[in-house]
């Protein structure tokens, strides 16, 4: 099992910055793949990015390339996305996924094997 704990949503201006993090605790935190997903009310949950478990490569969505960052600190079990540029379409329930079997299905929720609670990010115009 994993558990994963998010925080860092808040309310923000357009043109501001946030940082979510996803703490990890259960099994080995290194060996998975890890993602961070979003939901806007009345849209379905959409993926934003996603680390590979070395972090050597990461894949973003297209409407978040160039103002999200994702990254990983393995030695205390925590992933963040660092939010840059954000806009008022980037409000959501952002929510931390862990452990894909394939990374290459990384955009598709239903492959992923656990779940954080979710955080809100609201943008302000």
């Known amino acids: 099992q994993v558990q994963l704990v998010e925080s860092g949503g808040g309310l923000v201006q357009a043109g501001g910055s946030l940082r979510l993090s996803c703490a990890a605790s259960?099994?080995?935190?290194?060996?998975?793949?890890m993602g961070w997903f979003r939901q806007a009310p009345g849209k379905e949950l959409e993926f934003v990015a996603a680390?590979?478990?070395?972090?050597?490569?990461?894949f973003y969505d297209d409407s978040v390339k160039g103002r999200f960052t994702i990254s990983r600190d393995n030695a205390k079990s925590i992933v963040s996305l660092q939010m840059n540029s954000l806009k008022p379409e980037d409000t959501a329930v952002y929510s931390c996924a862990a452990d894909i079997a394939l990374i290459a299905y990384r955009t598709n929720y239903k492959r992923w094997n656990y779940w954080g609670q979710g955080t809100q990010v609201t943008v302000s115009p």
């Open positions: 680390i590979v478990s070395g972090g050597r490569s990461t």
């Open positions: 259960g099994r080995t935190f290194s060996n998975s793949a």
